[in-house]
């Protein structure tokens, strides 16, 4: 059973990704495959499956760290190693879990697993916790505006 996101990411949304774990250093992210989803040779692209494995472990990191509202800090990835062993085909399932972490760093693992539990991908990654979201300024804007007119507050 799913549990919801408890950061809103698009991009994972457009994909069709659901969270079926986050506690205790671990995450678990299932996505059942599609042709949106594949190279040319018809299985997972890789760049999916690196990001299937960048989120699964980032949740957790995050998952260690839960305040009141059961929500985790922000983290950004440092570094990231990934190793492919097999294609990715059908329902997959990307795992994360936290090795060790430092007072503004976790350090993880990950994998990918097909229908049939055999390893896909396997990665280590470093991911940083935050306290505020990096970036200086933001707009939002109403859905029904173009991105060409202004806001009138420039």
């Not at 990411?9 to 059942?32: K, M, N, S, W």
């Not at 472990?57 to 950004?76: C, F, N, T, Y």
């Amino acid at each position: 059973m799913s549990i919801p996101f408890t950061v809103r990411i698009p991009f994972i949304e457009q994909i069709g990704c659901t969270l079926e774990r986050f506690d205790g250093g671990h995450a678990e992210i299932v996505l059942v495959l599609d042709d949106s989803h594949t190279n040319s040779f018809g299985v997972a692209h890789g760049g999916l499956l690196m990001t299937l494995l960048d989120v699964a472990m980032a949740h957790a990191a995050r998952s260690l760290r839960l305040d009141a509202q059961g929500k985790g800090p922000g983290v950004v990835t440092i570094e990231m190693k990934t190793n492919f062993m097999r294609p990715g085909l059908g329902r997959i399932r990307a795992q994360g879990s936290v090795m060790h972490t430092t007072a503004s760093l976790a350090f993880c693992e990950g994998r990918v697993l097909d229908e049939k539990d055999q390893l896909c991908a396997h990665a280590t990654a470093t991911f940083k916790f935050l306290r505020a979201v990096p970036v200086s300024r933001r707009d939002v804007r109403p859905l029904t505006e173009s991105p060409l007119q202004g806001s009138g507050s420039d």
